[in-house]
């Protein structure tokens, strides 16, 4: 399902919304590849959205919704990756000090 948005336009002919579709689900898989041919390098998160003045809780929604894609890849990421990035793994490794306090949710990767 990587790359197939729901997020098509109505008014768009059905040819241009294909096309959308394809060049979603390339990029998609360039994302998917390079996370996965670099797990430790990837870091991420949304916390700039709540350092912006007047943030409503759609403006928020809508940037967790932005930057939580990796979400999506979670059937195609390789185990590495998905717990060094979804669950900012990788992000506790930079700073080793910080797994002194926090640690990182036993998130366990379900293919389905």
């Known amino acids: 399902m990587i790359g197939e948005s729901v997020d098509i336009d109505e008014d768009a002919p059905p040819e241009v919304n294909q096309l959308r579709q394809e060049f979603a689900k390339s990029v998609s898989e360039t994302y998917l590849n390079l996370f996965n041919e670099f797990p430790l390098r990837f870091l991420s998160g949304t916390d700039w959205a709540c350092t912006q003045e007047n943030v409503t809780f759609d403006v928020y929604a809508r940037v967790l919704k932005d930057t939580?894609?990796?979400?999506?890849?979670?059937?195609?990421?390789?185990?590495?990756?998905?717990?060094?990035?979804?669950?900012?793994?990788?992000?506790?490794?930079?700073?080793?000090?910080?797994?002194?306090?926090?640690?990182?949710p036993n998130l366990v990767k379900h293919v389905g």
């Open 68 to 104: 939580g894609f990796i979400f999506m890849f979670k059937q195609g990421l390789i185990e590495e990756a998905f717990n060094g990035i979804v669950p900012g793994q990788n992000y506790l490794d930079v700073h080793a000090d910080l797994d002194m306090v926090y640690q990182v």
